[in-house]
């Protein structure tokens, strides 16, 4: 079915107008009560404390009480990035979202559908920190079917939030079983990964008999034939996840890897984030790529005395505990790291060990295969939904 013919359909001949969402009629803008709270004077608590993106924080007492939709103040120049948040009941709002919620006609919860698919780019003055205002967040389009018949116009705003939230509500279903999956793969990772100094041999990653541990690095920005339609994958430490790596977004030249510390890393080769945000988090290469100088690579010289995709799993496994000490560690350094220790048991236990948990893997990480894909579909469905419920003539359409 067209989306013109399901429009039709559901709003059976009846008009749309086009207002904004300074429209008074429909819309209350919340904003006087949003403060935000120093982290030396927060009272912890079980209110939310929202910011620009999500929860930042748990305090005490709350600035608004309802059915509200945030929107960020300090946003992000792309669709796919922009933050809106739907929440209900008591809540700390901080002064980085706009707090808005619609009125006797207007549906909040289709606000929140509907400004999900809103183009914030046009309303954000400034492209290096962008920033809607209140000026210009009240200037941004929105719809209202049937405004002349309240009961009416909500009944189709009620009708196009249960579609959409039908489809939401599977996705989180989806995603509660993905967490609580994860969580057992986690623990039967930890349990068949855990050795007694006594029970297996240990090797460290400084042993030059077993391991080649080295990093990475950067051609010079400054020439553009390091860089100009290379064919050579090049990543960076936000690659590394704590799962396998497929692919890469960005690429150097042959010559380029030639003039730099970058080197060429085999398939099947373990990644591990030496500084950042992801520092301790590893990847598991499956395509041969270089990286740069916040990435360490570790290869097994002996893969039938050590598997690499072993040694994989088992630096993975100790992420929570490395984190868990990062205030010791300015950045994780190849000394650092040569000093850890891996277990190394038989052959046959270390295959048994990885077709375990690659199992798990796939369940819990593949988008290919397993939930990471229904929640992908699911989402998509969606979306796709979503664009076709909300895709009302717009006034120059309705004047054509």
Known sequence: MSSATFLEKLLDGIAVEWTVLGDERFVEAANAARRPVKA???VAGETPYYGANNIQDYVDGYTHDGEYVLIAEDGSASLENYSIQYVTGKFWANNHVHVVRGKQGLN??????????VDFIPYLPNKDRSKLTKGEMIKIPLPIPCPENPKKSLEIQAEIVRILDTFTELTAELTAELTARKKQYNHYRD?????????????TLGDEEFFEVASGGTPSTGKPEYWDDGNVPWLKSESCNNEPVYSANKFITELGLKKSSAKLL???????????ATIFKTAFLEFSAATNQNIASIKSKNAEVISDKFVFYFLTSLYDELKSEMRNYGMLNLFTLRQFKIPVPSPKEQASIVG??????????????GLPREIALRQRQYEYYRDLLFSFPKPEEVAA
């Open 191 to 203: 349990q068949l990964l855990s050795f007694e100094d006594g029970d297996v041999e240990w090797k």
């Open 40 to 42: 030396s004077l927060r």
């Open 108 to 117: 909040t919860r289709f606000l929140y559908h509907y400004l999900r698919i």
């Open 356 to 369: 375990i948990l690659d199992k798990f893997d796939t369940l819990t990480n593949s988008i290919t295969e």
């Open 266 to 276: 085999q398939k099947e080769t373990t990644l591990i984030a030496l500084v950042g």
